[in-house]
Structure formats: C-alpha cells, structure tokens
C-alpha cells in the first residue's frame, strides 16, 4: 500500500510527519479530532507544505541516517519572540532530525512481535525464562502496567501512531 506522508505542524510549533493512505484519510482524522502532536499532544494540527516524499527507506543503508544527524548536529533553536515565526536552517534541521527518531522508533516497532492482549502474560514468561527472550508489543491495561512494573519488569507505552500494523 502506497502511503502519502505529510508534514504536519501543531500550534506549539512543533513539527512532525503523519502517515496516511490518502488525501482524504488526512481529512477524515483531521475532522474526527485523532490528529494530535507527539510532543505536546495539541489537537490543533496543520498541514504545512512540502516536497512529495518516497518511502524507499529499505534502499538506504541502515545507519546512513543516523550517521547524517550525529555528523551535523543541529545548532541550538532560536528563543520565541512575539514576532511571527519564520522558517530557518536550525528549524529545518529539527524538523528532520524529528522526522528520523519517528522513523528510528517506526523501525524498532516493527522489529517487535505484536502479542495483542497478551502482553503482560508474555512479558512474565520471558522474564521467567518460560519464552525466548525477544522484543515484544502489545496492549496492557493500566492495572497490568503497574503490576509489571512493581514487578520489575520494564515496559513503555508506544504512541498508537508509531504502528504501522494500524494503516493495514
């Protein structure tokens, strides 16, 4: 499935990329208010312009990218003013460097097995040797959560738009 990815802004500023199998799919969650910023979590999302965008990243090397970023890291943000905000060299490197650690943490989500429900039952037998260690995902309730972590078995809640099981 071929997948429009757009650039997207909220009203704090920041900026990050959203994946949508259409024009219209943008419309449709934009309307139904499932829009919202990874970082500050605003609804008030736009749509800013930008260069279409090929997902050939299975063409590059793995830790080109990440290479790019550590060798040009970007220089410190400008401070907020009341002027209006205007596009820079600093603000541009941020925005990719946003757009790498989504795709970064995309990739090391589907690198996990989806165990669904079973989450914290899976979680429990690998800590106990009963299952092969591996990475997993999954959906836990809040008293799972806690549990597994009183527990001491470490976990962490993956933002919903990170999976791209989602889209199929």
Not at 73 to 80: E, H, I, S
Request: charged residues 25%; hydrophobic residues 40%; proline residues 5%.
């Amino acid at each position: 499935m071929a997948l429009k990815v757009f650039d997207l802004q909220c009203d704090q500023g920041h900026l990050f990329e959203g994946w949508f199998s259409s024009h219209e799919d943008y419309d449709a969650q934009q309307a139904r208010g499932l829009l919202t910023c990874p970082v500050c979590d605003s609804a008030n999302i736009t749509k800013k312009l930008s260069a279409p965008h090929l997902n050939v990243s299975h063409l590059r090397e793995p830790s080109s990218q990440a290479n790019a970023v550590a060798a040009n890291p970007p220089a410190a943000a400008p401070a907020r003013s009341t002027e209006t905000a205007v596009a820079s060299a600093d603000h541009e490197a941020i925005a990719r460097i946003q757009a790498a650690v989504l795709q970064e943490m995309r990739r090391i989500i589907r690198n996990t097995e989806d165990v669904g429900p079973a989450f914290a039952e899976e979680a429990r037998r690998i800590q106990s040797g009963e299952a092969d260690e591996r990475p997993i995902r999954g959906t836990a309730t809040a008293e799972e959560r806690a549990a597994l972590t009183e527990e001491g078995i470490e976990i962490m809640a993956l933002p919903d738009f990170l999976n791209d099981d989602r889209l199929q």
